[in-house]
């Protein structure tokens, strides 16, 4: 019997858990990349690219093709750069929420202390 369905989950997400890997899905998510053109959008060094991207290749998320000595990376699934915009928009509405929460505490007059 294999690993609980949360429990793989959890690990897929924990894939997800790093801002560089986030990034070359969003940029993956848009179109084909080579390593070279990913580079100064990820922000990262080559040798540390190469990791990332190593992750997300044993993890089946990302798959590479070589046309000569150019490495070419695309998602196996247009289902990452869903889950990618859908994360974006959670997110948009927990911070619109807390934006909200911000004003509202500074629209409030101040009380003094009682004691």
């Known amino acids: ?10 690990e897929f997400f ?10 070359v ?3 993956l998510s848009e179109r084909e990349c080579a390593v070279a053109e ?3 959008e990820v922000g990262i060094e ?3 690219l190469s990791q990332q991207l190593a992750v997300l290749r044993r993890s089946n ?5 070589r ?14 750069a869903e889950l990618l915009r859908v994360a974006r928009t959670i997110l ?17 007059p101040e009380r003094p202390a009682r004691g």
């Open 67 to 80: 046309e000569g000595s150019t490495v070419y990376y695309r998602l196996t699934s247009p289902e990452v």
């Open 38 to 40: 990913m580079l100064p």
């Open 92 to 108: 948009s509405g927990v911070i619109s929420d807390q934006a909200e929460l911000l004003t509202g505490l500074r629209a409030e």
């Open 61 to 65: 998320l990302v798959i590479a093709r």
């Open 14 to 23: 924990k894939t997800l858990g790093h801002p560089a890997r986030i990034r």
């Open 1 to 10: 019997m294999g690993a609980p369905l949360y429990q793989l989950k959890a």
């Open 46 to 48: 080559a040798s540390h």
């Open 25 to 27: 899905l969003e940029l």
